[in-house]
């Protein structure tokens, strides 16, 4: 069985945003399931990019999510970083 984490998603370019609490399986699930329930990021709306923010740990991570062409990836990724 996978553990589902509370993490709240956020827009990392627009001021002031709180974000959203989403409970997932993992940091890029929680952008995916952000970026698939938020209405303002439509069909107009090509790339963006959030910040996950895991909220036992308190540990954020920045994906870029692009929705037209349906695909995730870390902002700047670290060496060796992976999402447990």
Do not use: K, Y
């Amino acid at each position: 069985m996978t553990l589902l984490r509370d993490f709240n998603v956020r827009l990392r370019d627009l001021a002031g945003h709180r974000g959203r609490n989403v409970r997932e399986t993992s940091f890029e699930a929680a952008a995916i399931a952000f970026a698939e329930d938020w209405p303002p990021l439509d069909q107009t709306t090509v790339d963006v990019a959030v910040i996950v923010c895991e909220q036992a740990s308190g540990q954020e991570r920045c994906f870029r999510i692009d929705l037209a062409a349906s695909w995730v990836a870390p902002c700047n990724p670290a060496p060796g970083e992976i999402d447990p």
